[in-house]
């Protein structure tokens, strides 16, 4: 039990600093609210009414944003077989060629349906 004292003790000040910080923010902090503070924020974009029945939404921005994502997290893939790609060998060299072929493959599906042009 001697060996738990000490994450138990970090795991007690980390929710005290927590609570803490919270109390804190809501009394000391500002207590002047507006209408634009309480408005939803839409990435810059002013926020219009949608129709009753339906409408289409703007996703532009949210599939640039995740693309970047998905091809970003990809390439970090590309860090570890760089610095051992001597110690891989033949094995490393075809894994990374299959890995890349596959990006390859989903970066030219994007282009080929218009995802990275900025209209």
Known sequence: MNVYVPILVLGVIAVVFAV??????????PQRYNRAKLDAYECGIEP?????GGGRFPVKY???AMLFII???????????AIHFDALGLFGLAAMALFIFNVS??????????????D
């Open 62 to 64: 949210y599939l640039t």
């Open 105 to 118: 493959v989903a970066y030219a599906y994007e282009w080929r349906r218009g995802g990275l042009s900025w």
């Open 48 to 52: 219009t009414p949608q129709p009753s």
């Open 20 to 29: 803490f910080s919270v109390f804190i923010a809501s009394a000391v902090g």
């Open 71 to 81: 091809f970003g997290i990809e390439i970090v893939f590309l860090y570890p077989w």
